[in-house]
């Protein structure tokens, strides 16, 4: 993916220039600048002159320059960083000042929003992030997407933003981000976990899920015991139900519950002070970290799972005495004095049961024990299997 064209030095065939030519009415000063008057040398314009400094982009160093780095700004500060702009926007603002063009910014401003207003009219509502409908009120679309820089723009607003909407909302403005992120090819940088969870890419075990309950209703027992009452009674459920309760839809629905109930209650105003928000805790395992989990372990065919940096501690004259001369030189480096994981990862998952069972024997005999089991059903290994590992090996905060 081509990356944008953010001001007029970057700009060397002119394109987007001159298409800004046709939009925008240009006053005479700009029109009669030459080309260094609204470019500059980057070998001879020393840093400050550039509204953005670190990156030398909008050079302010006359009025035309200023004018057409406001220009540029205005129209592709979707793919400025958020924590960028304003330093940005105060050093264009400061130059049209300086050069006593503050009335001609103002009109290009204006001209600026109005076309953006246009373009966003002609826009369908998958294009925004945002579409809100209420009786009696206009339809309200905020947060454009269309674009890779606008998409991560509107996932680090949602980020910061988060807590003003319900879980639903929040969560459907997360969907349409993931979606647009896809397809843009938008990097979400920082905000790449925050988008998976909160757009419910991610899961955790039924532990988690109970602990959560009997947190809030440990909050609320004072204010409404019977409230709490239920909600310990749906834990114990919870827990009595583990892989129902761990289903997507189940999870969904418990997220949304736990949303409302702190809303209702006023236990949002904990976030801050270290209660999980529902979408943190309940959709805590993304398939980055369950992915991290499985490039890590190793399951045989008895089920059990071992964590691989732990079986580098066997010792290989073990290994032979337990399983043979042909086992031990497949998974060495052909001297027999070291196990090479790679190969130990490739062969271990294809040993016949009753040889996997050998090998959970010695192993166990070593002091190495397995990071848990999963149920057997192939020869191979099962991703799903190892993810719902992952989430049942999190660690559970109590509180």
Not at 164 to 188: C, N, Q, S, V, W
Not at 240 to 267: C, V, W
Request: glycine letters at 6%; charged letters at 25%; hydrophobic letters at 40%.
């Amino acid at each position: 993916m081509m990356a944008a064209i953010l001001d007029q030095t970057q700009d060397l065939a002119g394109r987007e220039l001159h298409r800004m030519q046709q939009l925008l009415p240009l006053p005479d000063f700009v029109k009669e600048a030459s080309h260094d008057q609204i470019c500059g040398d980057p070998q001879v314009l020393p840093r400050h002159i550039y509204a953005d400094q670190v990156k030398r982009l909008y050079p302010c160093h006359t009025a035309a320059a200023t004018y057409i780095s406001t220009a540029y700004f205005l129209e592709k500060q979707a793919h400025v960083p958020p924590c960028d702009r304003s330093l940005i926007e105060q050093h264009l603002r400061k130059s049209a000042e300086y050069f006593r063009i503050t009335g001609s910014i103002a009109a290009l401003r204006e001209k600026i929003a109005a076309l953006s207003h246009d373009s966003e009219a002609s826009l369908p509502d998958e294009a925004f992030a945002m579409v809100a409908e209420s009786e009696g009120q206009p339809k309200r679309r905020q947060l454009p997407l269309r674009n890779a820089g606008e998409v991560k723009a509107a996932a680090a607003w949602l980020e910061k933003y988060r807590d003003e909407f319900l879980y639903p909302d929040r969560r459907k403005i997360a969907d349409r981000i993931f979606e647009k992120a896809g397809e843009f090819g938008a990097t979400l940088g920082d905000h790449s976990e925050f988008i998976e969870k909160l757009a419910g890419f991610g899961t955790c075990d039924a532990e988690t899920i109970a602990v959560e309950l009997e947190k809030r209703a440990q909050l609320i027992w004072r204010k409404d015991a019977e409230a709490a009452t239920e909600i310990r009674n749906l834990a114990a459920i919870v827990r009595s139900s583990p892989i129902e309760s761990r289903q997507p839809h189940q999870l969904e629905k418990m997220a949304t519950a736990i949303d409302q109930l702190d809303f209702n209650y006023g236990l949002n105003k904990l976030y801050a002070d270290g209660l999980d928000r529902p979408e943190d805790a309940l959709f805590q395992i993304t398939e980055k970290v369950a992915t991290s989990f499985i490039s890590d372990h190793i399951e045989t065919t008895t089920g059990s799972v071992y964590e691989l940096s732990k079986l580098a501690e066997l010792s290989p004259t073990a290994v032979r005495n337990w399983m043979g001369d042909d086992f031990t030189e497949a998974v060495t480096g052909g001297d027999g004095l070291m196990l090479d994981l790679e190969k130990l990862a490739t062969i271990l998952p294809t040993l016949p049961r009753d040889d996997a069972g050998m090998f959970d024997r010695m192993v166990g005999s070593l002091g190495v024990s397995p990071v848990g089991t999963v149920p057997t059903g192939g020869h191979q290994l099962s991703q799903d299997r190892l993810f719902e590992l992952a989430a049942q090996r999190q660690p559970v905060a109590v509180g």
